[in-house]
């Protein structure tokens, strides 16, 4: 039999090399987290993707050359003309500070890049880092990932095991960072808050559990460690910083720390882990001016406060038990039960009138499109007609997560087994996550980590029954019993293996003490004896026990064991499963999510076509117009217009003035001339329209139409979508209604369209458009793109403007009588 002492060393050897080996794994994910992203830019070059990210971009060239102080009193007035909008007091400075730093760090290297390209790449960067939070997360609630495995044994069959399980580290880790549902707002171009708020989302998440560092996953939070949940206090103030979804990690660590007091797991550990978030995180989150007193005036922090007084209770019920009597303790719990439920009564009142006076009751138009799916689609069109904000189909899952779905209910009941404070919150985090998820498919980025998560526990606990079952099996592979039994045994009896070792050190102890003497007493002589006999008693009950414990975990193990071939078949299955996994995710970085909507591409029987129409259209803005011309467009393309065309817009896509964006959408579902009025009223010289009936572009401005109906209707009364519709269905072919054919939007898109082929069929449409034939009488096309996707029209000035009617000749004598009777008749004051 193997001495315990070797078998102590060469465990201290496997966990030393598994270290080493571990790093350079980690290393190598992140890696290859930041290459998978790169296809974008080796396809098609490094450009920004998207809308957003070109707002985001231009807010960082200004932070980069004119400073910080700058940047926070910026006003914009090439937006929302004629308003303006101060960008410091808007914007969450996350993305752009850390790009900025990122940018000035390099540069004082010497490392000269611009910064267009720390925008591109700063996605990749950290999607890195989010893989690795994931990896330092997951390893709390799956105790599997502790030791075990993580270095080379002496045998054939602790080699196998360990080298699999290395493998479920990196599937687990690849999962993450290969995610197409987060690959789609991290790839390289993709400058966005995501880019960086999913990893500030799961580092908090890590140190919120590394705060109450779970040790011994059997008990609740362990050490209450301070130091951390300072730090998670500054993560969640960097993730307050970078995105809007903060409110997630402020409502669901309270629905933890609840479930905890209710389920009797509170300590002290847990107290220490959560106070600090609330006031200091409430405190750093007040300081971003996009927040400010948002973050204690708004409905969706109050739980975090409501969850802080309950806690303090508990606490201080916890305190009084442990320093008085069982009487006094009920004559003390009467007393503070009274006293708080009339604290709860004034904070419940005072909390009611606050949101009582706000007709929203204190909660956001998106957070109330969360908890009420309906509620966007009735109330706030504008947030119902953003594609991102629809909820998901089910093969959007299967695409976006792929096998993880079928992964994540096995995750789910192994973090039952056993259940601990750091399981129940993954448990939590992924119930609430696939809610969100449902209602909104932008959220599907929060539901990917917390996939990831549960599925590389499940398949840890896979990889750990087959391995096991394998090496079970393999006798010969062992020259002497494994040293892991020997391992187990000191892991799960250190206590009885200590008491020895005191006894077998007291014993000689007293040997020699006794033996100094020349003539010991009777007393002595019966002490020695008794502690002699206590100690053999001592020895056998510790043989005993040893014995006991590894019987009963020897035989535990051994009712799991599979047969040898069918372990071996599963896991060679599973190796094939995460390869056609491995596969679909570099397809979908390669294919679906790299390529930028700036830059479209079409593949057809005579080879690829590159559609440029955008950056053509924004190039002539920028070399044909005045500085200070106006361009209207919908709202989806005012960051572009700004960014690359440097022209003023109407509208674009910050959606912060409903009414604003109501006018620009009632004046494309106008006529003409009504049209030209309210453009002309806003000083607009160019309208912008894009449409993708030519090529087939289908998120073009007449698929969008109905958006602009419903949203204009919302504040003028006068636009009626039952108006655009033909037995309730939306057409612009010969069916379609006068009110469809004669509105700005038809005309600015359909205007000589009949050209192109002689019958002016729309190949999105897939039929003959009604109206072929007419002509613009407030309007003059001044740009159409090659492609005919982004079309330029310039407004008329009055004078040059054509009439309908033609003008009837009036004779000279009578004109001064008329022209009199008309000054005459006309109020000097209108």
Not at 413 to 439: E, N, Q, R
Not at 717 to 745: F, V
Request: hydrophobic share 45%; with cysteine; glycine share 6%.
């Amino acid at each position: 039999m193997v001495d315990p002492s070797e078998a102590k060393g060469e465990g201290s050897l496997r966990k030393a090399f598994g270290g080493v080996l571990g790093f350079f794994i980690l290393l190598l994910i992140g890696t290859l987290a930041f290459s998978i992203r790169l296809f974008s830019v080796i396809k098609y070059e490094s450009v920004i993707h998207e809308f957003d990210p070109y707002f985001n971009y231009r807010v960082t060239q200004f932070l980069t050359k004119n400073g910080i102080y700058d940047f926070w009193n910026w006003f914009d007035d090439r937006t929302w003309y004629p308003l303006g909008r101060v960008i410091g007091g808007t914007v969450y400075p996350g993305l752009t500070l850390t790009a900025g730093s990122i940018w000035w760090l390099l540069n004082n290297l010497n490392i000269p890049l611009s910064v267009e390209t720390v925008c591109v790449f700063t996605a990749p960067i950290f999607s890195a880092n989010a893989a690795w939070a994931t990896y330092l997360l997951t390893k709390a609630p799956a105790h599997l990932f502790e030791v075990k495995g993580t270095g080379a044994g002496l045998t054939a069959a602790v080699l196998l095991a360990m080298v699999i399980l290395f493998l479920l580290v990196f599937l687990l880790i690849s999962d993450n960072q290969n995610v197409p549902s987060y690959i789609s707002r991290s790839v390289a171009g993709s400058y966005d808050n995501e880019a960086v708020a999913i990893f500030a989302l799961i580092f908090t998440f890590y140190l919120y559990i590394k705060s109450s560092d779970l040790k011994n996953y059997t008990q609740t939070l362990n050490t209450g460690s301070l130091f951390y949940a300072t730090l998670n206090a500054l993560s969640y103030f960097y993730m307050v910083c970078s995105w809007g979804g903060y409110t997630f990690i402020i409502n669901l660590i309270p629905m933890h720390v609840l479930l905890c007091i209710v389920t009797g797991r509170y300590s002290s550990r847990l107290y220490i882990a959560y106070a600090p978030l609330v006031v200091f995180g409430t405190l750093l989150a007040s300081l971003v001016p996009v927040v400010g007193f948002n973050a204690v005036m708004t409905s969706e922090h109050f739980a975090s406060f409501l969850v802080f007084i309950i806690i303090h209770v508990v606490a201080l019920v916890y305190y009084i038990k442990g320093i008085l009597s069982p009487k006094m303790f009920k004559v003390a719990m009467t007393l503070i039960v009274t006293i708080g439920i009339a604290v709860c009564g004034a904070v419940l009142a005072i909390l009611i009138a606050l949101v009582a006076s706000s007709p929203t009751k204190g909660w956001s138009g998106r957070s109330l499109s969360l908890l009420d799916p309906t509620y966007a689609s009735k109330y706030i069109p504008i947030i119902a007609s953003v594609s991102e904000h629809q909820p998901p189909t089910w093969p959007s899952y299967f695409m976006d997560i792929n096998v993880l779905a079928f992964l994540v209910p096995a995750g789910i009941v192994a973090c039952f087994l056993p259940l601990s404070d750091a399981s129940s919150f993954v448990i939590l985090y992924i119930t609430t996550s696939v809610y969100f998820s449902g209602v909104m498919v932008r959220l599907m980025l929060v539901l990917a980590p917390a996939a990831c998560i549960m599925s590389g526990i499940a398949l840890s606990e896979a990889f750990d029954v087959f391995t096991r079952s394998i090496k079970f099996q393999l006798p010969k592979l062992f020259e002497t019993p494994p040293s892991d039994v020997w391992q187990l045994i000191g892991d799960t009896n250190n206590g009885t293996q200590d008491e020895l070792a005191k006894v077998d050190s007291k014993i000689p102890t007293e040997k020699s003490e006794t033996t100094v003497k020349e003539r010991p007493s009777k007393k002595n002589r019966k002490k020695e004896k008794e502690i002699l006999e206590k100690g053999k008693e001592i020895k056998e009950k510790g043989k005993e026990n040893v014995e006991k414990v590894s019987d009963k975990r020897q035989n535990a193990k051994k009712l799991l064991v599979l047969p040898l071939e069918a372990s071996a078949v599963a896991i060679l299955l599973l190796i094939i499963l995460g390869a056609f996994y491995v596969v679909h995710c570099v397809w979908a970085a390669a294919e679906a999510y790299s390529a930028p909507s700036i830059v479209l591409t079409s593949h057809s029987h005579d080879g690829l076509h590159v559609f440029d129409d955008f950056r053509e259209a924004y190039a002539w803005l920028k070399h044909n117009t005045d500085v200070d011309d106006k361009v209207a467009s919908w709202w989806d393309y005012g960051y572009q217009t700004t960014a690359m065309a440097n022209r003023t817009v109407i509208v674009d896509n910050n959606t912060w003035n409903n009414t604003h964006i109501a006018t620009v959408g009632t004046a494309m579902s106008s006529p003409e001339k009504p049209a030209w009025e309210i453009f002309n009223s806003l000083d607009v010289k160019y309208v912008l329209v894009v449409f993708g009936g030519f090529v087939g572009y289908p998120s073009d401005d007449i698929n969008k139409f109905l958006w602009m109906v419903r949203i204009g209707g919302g504040v003028f009364p006068h636009i009626r979508e039952p108006d655009y519709l033909r037995d309730g269905q939306y057409r612009i072919d010969a069916q379609a209604t006068p009110t469809m054919l004669n509105c700005l939007m038809y005309k600015l898109s359909y205007y000589r369209f009949v050209e192109t082929d002689g019958k002016g069929f729309d190949r999105v449409r897939r039929t003959e458009i009604g109206k072929k034939h007419f002509k613009l009488t407030h309007f003059e096309e001044v740009f159409t793109t090659h492609h005919w996707m982004v079309r330029i029209y310039k407004l008329k000035p009055p004078k040059n403007m054509t009439r309908g009617k033609s003008k009837k000749k009036i004779n000279p004598k009578t004109r001064t009588k008329i022209s009199y009777q008309k000054n005459r008749n006309k109020n000097p004051w209108q």
